[in-house]
């Protein structure tokens, strides 16, 4: 990291005041890391409230999980552009707004516009978060405990969405799910300006317009892709269609990044090495996560019979777990290193994965599901802070919010593969199992089956982390 950052952090701002800077920060990425699932429980009540067909309530998820993982490059660039603040501040304003619009929603098309509304401000907003928090916290030592706050509120944040959506649903309406972001919101717009001043690269950079078309371009024809993979099948032209076009825009954006003076990524940027294993193996640890979240969530509901409210409770220890595993995550890094603490944290997510793939339908939630949950989530809350560090390892003052972008854009374009594959997988497996065996057993085998190779994807990123990755991450970015 260049200098400035620390000093404006270590003279304008005392430890206090990026004490509670990041205690914004995080729960806004707590927010908009909640809606990513938060409607998951409540789609039965939208739908019988709304009038929603089949395939319209598939996209009350999908359109901000397009928005969302598409617009993310392209507004993490524009960050470090016209400052982070400033952006972070826009991206908010925009997701209250579009939150209140989803909460009054009267007619399925508002729900769905307010819904992909709202992934773009949390497109604007998460990256700048993390880049001021890289900027705020730029020793070694304090960013990873930075970071590990913040990756365990953003893995609080995916499991508060199943407990508070159930929760929500159950006792009060589906409407409160998006108006509770209200609060958050406007309390973040007010206290940040107060607790953060504005950065932005220290010299004029014209952003790259055709680069940014293409890379928006290519990341949404993949989600986009990704999600009909979902709906249909991998054969379905409506699926390959767009998974065709993500290749041709992907080809097209390295070939211009390459002769562009101020590309929107440089490529050296993709390449260094810390990065690139970090990144690539935070796809293979989001398509995990993100399978199973949704995987185990059906598997309580219609395996074991939980209704919403019980099933969404049942996800709390899973926060705890987190809790704990982010607490220990910074430690490990200090006392092991990044390398072997991102090893051990990837086998422990999967032996809990393992753990989870035989929960039966005779199995009680304390022997059956818990010690899974419990294992799965600790490695859970090991792993992300120590990824968002190795990921942002080397930024400067001149790409935070990049770096940040990027990041973001892998975890979630790594979402969408995860549950358009796993979910399928574990689909068809059932499928295949119902003329000759009980539902209930043909769905258990489903769901082991999906969960078996999320821990496969799991072990494999151990292996690369254990291969590729240097033995000293900070002292190699120190060096870049």
Known sequence: MTSAPATAAGGAETVGRRGAALVVLCF?????VLDDNVVSVALPSVRDDLGFGAAGLAWVVNSYFLAFGGLLLLFGRMADLLGRRRVF????????AASLVCGLAQEPWQLVTGRFVQGAG????????????????????????????????????GTAGLVISG?????ASWRWIFLINLPVAVAAMVLLPRLVPESRAARTVRLDVPGAVLGTGAVVSLVYGLLQTGESS????????PLVLAVLLAAAFVAVEARTAEPLVPLAFLAFRFR?????????????????????????QTVLGYDPLTAGLAYLPYGAGILAGMWLSARAVRRLGTRPALVASFLITAAGMLLLSGVAPSDGYATGVLPGMLVTSLGCGLSLPALTVAALSGTTEEDAGLGSAVLSSVQQVGGAIGVAVLVALATRRRDALTAEHDPLHAATEG??????????LLT???VLIATLLGRNTAAAARTR
Do not use: C, K
């Open 28 to 32: 806004v990425q707590f927010m908009l």
């Open 89 to 96: 501040l826009t991206g908010v304003a925009l997701f209250g």
């Open 122 to 157: 949390a497109a604007m907003a998460s990256p700048a978060a993390l880049a001021l928090i890289a900027l705020l916290y730029p020793g070694p030592r304090e960013r990873a405990r930075a970071f590990g706050i913040w990756g365990g509120i953003a893995g609080l944040g």
């Open 167 to 171: 929760a929500l649903t159950g006792l």
């Open 234 to 241: 991998w054969t379905d032209t409506a699926a390959t269609g």
């Open 276 to 300: 690139a294993v970090a990144n690539g193996t935070t796809l293979l640890f989001s398509a995990a996560m993100y399978a199973m979240a949704f995987l185990l969530m059906v598997h309580l």
């Open 447 to 456: 769901f082991a089956l999906a969960l078996t190779v999320a821990a496969v």
């Open 460 to 462: 494999v990123g151990a």
